[in-house]
């Protein structure tokens, strides 16, 4: 819920505000891409969406055969052994959105497609707040029967239904807030100039875990707010998933110790307890390390 500080604004529904630009890292998941090109040629037809592939030499071959190209930038990084590089790969994609005219980006994961009204609820929003602000949709996490191959936008958005974890507000209406910490970049939109101050992600996070959390901080150092944009609303794909995620556990630690460093507290937490009352983990205030027990456990988890 949105913190005791938060302001809620009206803003305009159908406003633009300077050349928009999707950016989007993936790995497999050609099926949710192929999904998310689809809808966003529906709801924002004309947009152009940068496409970042990690280890995907295929791709562009890919998108033509399933009739989904066009419109489409493809940029490219290297994969990394321990994980999928997602904060190069989104660095990546927003520098090629830069040389492509954008003035604002939004980040737009493969798993998540976005429904009508996704992009007018982000210009109006941007035209209200400006460079004041990160931009944070509304999710929607799909269970496993409700697919979207044959399914269109309108179609889908009798399914929202949205995460009770953030703030949702109507239609039309933003709030804003310091809650930085909720920052999820699986749908988020901001101008290029507020990117710049930010300075990007943190490409020091490898693989699963805390480089949202630490973009959050990032953008509160640096002054910007968090909006939330009511009728901003994005589907999450369904995909297997375990919770704690232990088939992450060696990202997650490596990626903790990193922010530990970077800002003097833990993410996560609320995992790393799970982890450490499994004996995957030893966990203190000053130090985090995986046992071998966690090591074993995360190996069979991948398996």
């Not at 710049?196 to 973009?215: L, M, Q």
């Not at 490596?254 to 833990?266: I, K, S």
Request: aromatic residues 8%; charged residues 20%; negative net charge.
């Amino acid at each position: 819920m949105p913190s005791t500080s938060s302001k809620e604004l009206v803003v305009p529904h159908d406003s633009r505000f300077g050349r928009t630009v999707v950016v989007t890292p993936v790995r497999g998941r050609l099926t949710h891409l192929v999904n998310q090109r689809r809808f966003l040629r529906a709801v924002a037809p004309g947009i152009l969406h940068v496409v970042v592939g990690v280890d995907m030499p295929d791709l562009e071959d890919d998108l033509r055969a399933a009739g989904v190209w066009g419109d489409v930038v493809l940029a490219s990084v290297d994969d990394d052994p321990r994980g999928m590089p997602t904060a190069r790969a989104r660095n990546a994609g927003v520098e090629a959105a830069r040389e492509h005219g954008a003035r604002r980006v939004v980040l737009l994961d493969v798993d998540c497609a976005p429904l009508p009204g996704f992009l007018e609820a982000f210009d109006g929003a941007a035209e209200r707040l400006g460079e004041s602000a990160v931009l944070n949709a509304v999710v929607t996490y799909l269970p496993p029967e409700r697919r979207l191959e044959g399914c269109s936008p309108d179609e889908a958005m009798p399914w929202v239904d949205p995460h009770s974890a953030r703030p949702a507000p109507p239609s039309g209406r933003v709030v804003v807030d310091e809650s930085h910490r909720l920052l999820w970049s699986l749908a988020v939109g901001l101008e290029l100039n507020v990117w710049d101050r930010i300075g990007g992600f943190d490409e020091a996070y490898v693989g699963y875990g805390a480089e949202d959390t630490d973009f959050g901080q990032r953008a509160r150092t640096a002054g910007v707010s968090m909006a939330w944009v009511g009728g901003a609303h994005v589907v999450h794909q369904w995909h297997p998933s375990v919770m704690p995620p232990v088939h992450h556990l060696v990202d997650i630690v490596r990626n903790a110790g990193v922010y530990r460093e970077r800002w003097g507290a833990w993410p996560m937490e609320g995992w790393l307890a799970q982890f450490a009352a499994s004996g995957y983990v030893v966990w203190s205030d000053a130090s985090l390390e995986l046992t071998d027990a966690g090591r074993a456990a995360a190996a069979q988890a991948r398996s």
